[in-house]
């Protein structure tokens, strides 16, 4: 079993920049993929990257390729994604979610565990 909390939303200007944490319990975490969605009102969820077990393996999204970045800190159980050059399509609530596999997907079925999310908010 594995539990998410996600931290670090919040309202920031056009081109400016947020890092998110997705902290972890459980034992499995560290061998865990972690990947990253977002729900914008009124829209489906997206996939916006994952991270291999080991977190030598990435893959975003085109529409933030260049732009964020996840890393992640088995020894202190979290992952993070760095975002920069936030645009205002980028409103969203973020979640993170964890799958028991090495590597991570873009098919928001493929994780078993999520967070409860967290809101981001860019102003134009």
């Known amino acids: 079993q594995v539990q998410l909390v996600e931290s670090g939303g919040g309202l920031v200007q056009a081109g400016g920049s947020l890092r998110l944490s997705c902290a972890a319990s459980?034992?499995?975490?560290?061998?865990?993929?972690v990947g990253w969605f977002r729900q914008a009102p009124g829209k489906e969820r997206e996939f916006v990257g994952t991270?291999?077990?080991?977190?030598?393996?990435?893959d975003y999204a085109d529409s933030v390729k260049g732009r964020f970045t996840i890393s992640r800190d088995n020894a202190k159980n979290t992952v993070y994604l760095q975002m920069n050059s936030l645009k205002p399509e980028d409103t969203a609530v973020y979640y993170c979610?964890?799958?028991?596999?090495?590597?991570?997907?873009?098919?928001?079925?493929?994780?078993?565990?999520w967070g409860r999310g967290t809101q981001v908010t860019v102003s134009s």
């Open positions: 459980g034992r499995t975490f560290s061998s865990s993929a």
């Open positions: 991270i291999s077990w080991s977190g030598e393996t990435t």
């Open positions: 979610a964890a799958a028991p596999v090495a590597y991570g997907s873009s098919w928001y079925g493929n994780y078993d565990y």
